[in-house]
């Protein structure tokens, strides 16, 4: 009975599509990044290397958690096949008395392009679709009751200070990103960037306790029986089942939720070798905008600012119920004859009308992003970023679990290779990732070990794109006298602009 409440609620509640994704660690840095890069800081497409880039397709998977570790063959393999049961002998508990989390995620970045307008403005058109079934500061107790149910022998009978947070949402975002040169004076570059975003909301739901203490005892007859002292649940969702509305997914009137967001960065470079990049060419003097010119870059950005309202009174509930002293048999979940959580828990808590709505917000997953670029050589950068979630832990709103990363990679304009390593899960675990480049598809994954086998892995995602890029070139000068080749009248030879690239008799 008791496992039966649990997940219905966690899951029949929750459990509806596995398709927040990480950073893409491995190519969201990198100067050749295009629009993959708005997504840690949108100032990243101001002075670009690219005149254009196309962004056909990126897809990213993520599955993550702190309290089972797989110890098994190949995790990729069993992740494929279900294989998670709790008698998978390969599932080892991590338990230290410490809340635990998980996220199941995809991000699916559909076409969007970028366009350097001059040396100084740039602009982005994306789109992407979002996806996560997270939880959050979820006490050990509840999720070996999840897991083992109420009959095993060794849970305890009395819990106080549980609690627990469950979020899903599923959302389709379009974009327009502006950025800028802001200061451009000798060795000192600062450039900004803003990105504001049309939300459609296609599902969402929550589950939230942050004081919950409760008794598991038997009846007389025998059969368990949950008394709890105290609650204080917030339930919500956008609809009774996970239904997709083509139509109204992609921004009609009909949709479920709608919402703006906003992202907003900056980056500052140090260019102490800035005059090996200027050139004169037809009489003028310029700057070569087709190499970096940094020795070290750093970038702040604060990230997915806002949220979606869902209301829709035929379809959306929210719930806010404080109970103290209340018992739950297993009669009571056996005569309310319904696996729908909103039919359940209004007939075993009793939840008045007064306790009820028909519109919620859900946020999504602001957090604040630092990065430091380093270039050691021509081609050679080391890259650390912090990513710190700003939600709090009993929000309502996807979530961006907190991240340290350091990323060595060498960048080159059709050839990179990284290898982002990583503290994850808000700083807990350990994650060793790769990422290469080849032309203009990218493949990758921050925490390698998952995919390939090996170590004891908390979790895996993995990523992959295709892109077509127009870089930005260096004006051609084939005899390099100071003529581009388009005014040079003596190609071959070397000359003078007064004479319009000849040499003097």
Excluded at 9 to 22: D, E, I, K, P, R
Excluded at 447 to 466: D, E, L, Q, R, W
Aim: hydrophobic content about 35%; overall charge neutral; some cysteine.
């Amino acid at each position: 009975m008791i496992k039966k409440l649990l997940i219905t609620a966690a899951s029949a509640l929750l459990g509806t599509q596995y398709v927040q994704a990480q950073q893409l660690l491995g190519i969201a840095n990198s100067n050749y990044a295009g629009t993959n890069g708005i997504y840690m800081n949108p100032s990243s497409i101001a002075d670009s290397r690219y005149t254009f880039h196309l962004n056909m397709f990126t897809f990213d998977g993520l599955v993550t958690n702190n309290y089972l570790r797989y110890s098994g063959p190949n995790f990729a393999e069993s992740l494929a096949n279900d294989d998670f049961g709790k008698d998978n002998a390969y599932l080892q508990e991590r338990l230290n008395g410490k809340p635990k989390m998980f996220t199941l995620a995809g991000d699916v970045r559909m076409p969007s392009f970028m366009v350097r307008l001059s040396a100084k403005h740039s602009f982005a058109v994306a789109s992407r679709f979002r996806t996560a079934v997270q939880g959050n500061s979820i006490s050990e107790d509840i999720l070996k009751l999840i897991k083992y149910g109420a009959d095993n022998d060794g849970l305890q009978n009395v819990y106080n200070n549980s609690h627990f947070g469950f979020n899903v949402n599923s959302f389709l975002e379009t974009g327009l990103t502006y950025g800028r040169v802001i200061l451009d004076k000798d060795k000192h570059f600062l450039k900004g960037g803003v990105t504001v975003k049309k939300l459609t909301g296609i599902y969402s739901a929550h589950l939230i306790n942050k004081e919950l203490n409760y008794t598991i005892k038997e009846d007389t007859e025998g059969n368990p029986m949950l008394e709890i002292q105290r609650m204080d649940m917030r339930m919500g969702y956008s609809r009774g089942s996970f239904e997709i509305d083509p139509a109204a997914s992609f921004g009609s009137r009909n949709a479920p939720g709608k919402g703006w967001g906003m992202d907003l960065g900056f980056t500052y470079e140090y260019r102490p070798a800035i005059d090996n990049y200027r050139y004169t060419l037809d009489g003028e003097e310029g700057l070569d905008n087709s190499k970096n010119k940094y020795k070290y870059r750093v970038g702040v950005a604060l990230m997915d600012i806002g949220g979606i309202r869902y209301n829709d009174s035929g379809l959306s509930r929210s719930y806010t119920v404080a109970r103290q002293n209340v018992s739950i048999s297993a009669e009571d979940i056996e005569n309310s004859d319904s696996d729908n959580i909103d039919d359940l828990l209004v007939d075993v808590l009793d939840i008045k009308a007064s306790e009820q709505a028909t519109s919620f917000k859900s946020g999504l997953p602001t957090a604040l992003h630092l990065t430091f670029d380093y270039r050691i050589a021509n081609r050679l950068y080391v890259n650390t970023s912090i990513i710190q979630g700003l939600r709090g832990k009993y929000g309502v709103s996807m979530r961006q679990n907190s991240m340290v990363a350091v990323t060595p990679r060498v960048e080159m304009k059709w050839l990179e290779v990284s290898f982002p390593l990583a503290l994850m899960n808000n700083h807990r675990d350990f994650a060793l990732g790769t990422m290469l480049k080849v032309g203009p598809l990218f493949v990758g994954s921050d925490n390698i070990s998952g995919v390939v086998g090996g170590g004891k892995p908390f979790g895996t995602n993995v990523y992959a794109g295709m892109v077509i890029p127009i870089f930005k070139g260096k004006i051609k000068d084939k005899d390099k006298d100071g003529v581009s080749n388009k005014k040079d009248e003596c190609k071959s030879v070397p000359g003078t602009w007064e004479l319009k690239g000849c040499p003097e008799i």
